[in-house]
């Protein structure tokens, strides 16, 4: 495991350990695992994340203070190889089933409790099983910008990899190629759901002014908020309606200043959510109710 953050000693052991075993592999990964066909290696093209074949999962480093307050992040393993990595002392954050028998498990080793329910996840990496035997690890190399915190399901046979920071945000899309490999690659700029019947463009860190006109142009049409007189952030509702952003819901006061925005498509609902306290604030997240 390459951690994003390397800040003690065990955590510097288990580098040492990973960088010695991938250095004396490189010209026999190929062999060592038959999972993988002749030829087919773990890959990357996402500049801040890495890949690399890996046979075992190390120890977690101790737990830390605020890793009770940040337990709702966290799931308890229901696959086999979500235990096996539990049971080297590792907070599980997400498990998804991929093509090929391909199951990838998401985990952190420390927590930073923030704001409004907010969690710094580190030590973060997923883990890539064929059944039972692991066959790669997925990482942020040493001065990597971001950290890995969770990974989630996507329809097509692929899962989303997203980041560890207070706001979360998607870093890398995994899939499995022809020839069985793990690969790591930019998201895609759609994503469909509901069996393919919707489609919602790329618009993460996106204006809403912006993205909703992306959103029309794929199917999805704005769905009038309610606004309500007796309510005290009410005055930001309203800016954002007069700005023709009319869909908008309810924002918070506080905190990361989040709104919800509702759209409405053939296939089901789509809501939206976005951070900051800006005119139009960007896009951070978005959930899709299918009918």
């Known amino acids: 495991m390459l951690p994003k953050r390397i800040e003690t000693t065990p955590q510097q052991a288990i580098v040492r ?3 010695a075993w991938v250095l004396a592999t490189v010209p026999f990964v190929a062999g060592a695992f038959p999972a993988l066909s002749q030829g087919a290696a773990p890959t990357s093209e996402v500049k801040t994340l890495a890949i690399a074949a890996a046979h075992e999962i190390p120890k977690a480093p101790p737990k830390s203070e605020d890793a009770e307050s940040c337990q709702h992040l966290t799931k308890k393993p229901s696959t086999a190889a979500g235990r096996l990595v539990a049971g080297q002392g590792w907070a599980i954050t997400g498990e998804v089933a991929l093509p090929d028998g ?3 498990i998401s985990f952190v080793g420390k927590f930073e409790q923030g704001t409004s329910g907010s969690c710094l996840l580190s030590d973060g990496n997923v883990a890539i099983f064929r059944g039972d035997a692991l066959v790669a690890i997925a990482y942020a190399p040493r001065g990597a910008k ?3 915190g969770s990974i ?3 329809e097509g046979g692929r899962a989303r990899i997203w980041s560890g920071d207070y706001l979360s945000q998607p870093l890398a899309d995994l899939l499995i190629t022809g020839e069985g490999a793990p690969n790591l690659v930019p998201l895609a700029p759609l994503e469909t759901r509901c069996g393919g019947k919707a489609v919602v463009p790329n ?5 809403i002014d912006k ?3 992306l959103f029309v142009s794929n199917g999805w049409s704005p769905v009038p908020g309610k606004i309500g007189k007796d309510r005290a952030e009410q005055g930001r509702e309203i800016d954002l309606v007069k700005g023709g952003v009319v869909e908008v819901e309810s924002c918070s006061g506080t905190g990361f200043g989040y709104c919800g925005f509702n759209y409405r498509g053939s296939a089901g609902t789509l809501a939206v959510t976005t951070v ?3 005119d139009y604030p960007n896009v951070s997240d978005y959930g899709v109710t299918c009918r």
């Open 203 to 207: 618009v993460y860190g996106v204006p």
């Open 211 to 213: 993205a909703r006109k």
């Open 146 to 148: 971001d950290t890995i």
């Open 276 to 278: 900051g306290d800006g």
């Open 102 to 104: 391909i199951q990838a």
């Open 17 to 19: 350990r990973y960088i």
């Open 152 to 154: 989630l399901p996507l």
